[in-house]
């Protein structure tokens, strides 16, 4: 469904994106992974034909990134949610709906069951002024869904959601992917890659280091332990060590402090 065949992306003289292979098939959860910088967001901007690639092929159902039909079959919810304030959720919604040219009553029907998925009934006649991040979050993600994509981009999902939200999230994803939607995640949460997905991607410099399921891309780099190693081995050197340059007489002052030590 998702298909990038060697992109390149230039900013001037800065390659953000180099040579990148990728491929999301429809029904399958993919996990893209890499550190700040690494090339995730101009990567997504480019499947959602937001930018296009110096060099290369995006592809969306066989369409380029960039066309109407492409555009027709993705939904993106980027990591900051933006809603029209003066409006109510399903305002929104109804505004989502008439942009996309959809058929009023089955769109109505399917607001509706949004509504009911993502427990907005109490609030979504409020101004989205009024919410707070995880209910404008839950407001964006059902206007994604409203024109029933066949592919689902998603900008780190669950920053700044309570359990709950992150409960629905995450449901609604599996649900997605099993329904046969093609879904791609970006995220620094390395235990919700490990907890969802499919198929996992780590990208580094722009370049694709390893996908595979968790236990292909375990096996592939000889490291048997926690995601979290992995990534850390694959993206730049072990675990981090951060000097807490602590008082010079404190205990143990001279010792610097193992990122991950005191994590359960
Ligand atoms: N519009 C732009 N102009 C110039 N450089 C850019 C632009 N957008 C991104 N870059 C650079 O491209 C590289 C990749 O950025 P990108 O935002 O894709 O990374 P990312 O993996 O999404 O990072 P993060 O996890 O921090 O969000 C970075 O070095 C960034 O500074």
Redesign the pocket.
């Known amino acids: 469904m998702i298909e990038l065949i060697g992109v390149t992306?230039n900013?001037?003289r800065?390659?953000?994106?180099d040579g990148l292979d990728l491929i999301v098939r429809s029904g399958e959860l993919f996990a893209f992974l890499?550190?700040?910088?690494?090339?995730?967001?101009?990567?997504?901007?480019m499947i959602c034909g937001l930018l296009t690639p110096s060099a290369g092929e995006v592809r969306v159902g066989g369409f380029p990134a960039t066309s109407r039909e492409a555009r027709q079959l993705i939904a993106y919810v980027p990591?900051q949610p933006y809603l029209y304030e003066k409006l109510t959720g399903r305002e929104f919604l109804r505004f989502v709906v008439e942009m996309y040219g959809l058929n009023r009553g089955r769109a109505t029907a399917k607001i509706e069951e949004l509504i009911d998925v993502f427990e907005m009934r109490d609030y979504i006649d409020e101004l989205c002024e009024n919410y707070s991040h995880g209910m404008k979050q839950r407001v964006v993600f059902a206007s994604a869904l409203v024109h029933e994509p066949r592919a689902l981009i998603v900008?780190?999902p669950l920053v700044g959601l309570d359990p709950r939200s992150g409960r629905i999230v995450k449901d609604l994803f599996l649900a997605q992917a099993r329904s046969g939607v093609a879904v791609l995640m970006?995220t620094?949460l390395l235990a919700i890659a490990e907890e969802l997905a499919d198929t996992i991607g780590i990208?580094d410099h722009?370049r694709m280091l390893l996908t595979g399921s968790l236990a292909e891309i375990r096996q592939r780099a000889q490291m048997h332990g926690p995601l979290e190693d992995l990534f850390l081995k694959l993206t730049g050197g072990d675990r981090p060590r951060v000097s807490a340059e602590p008082a010079e007489d404190a205990p143990g002052a001279s010792e610097p402090i193992e990122l991950g030590d005191r994590l359960p």
């Open positions: 992306k900013f001037g800065k390659r953000a994106v890499g550190p700040n910088g690494a090339g995730k967001t101009t990567t997504i901007k990591d900008d780190e970006s620094h990208i722009g």
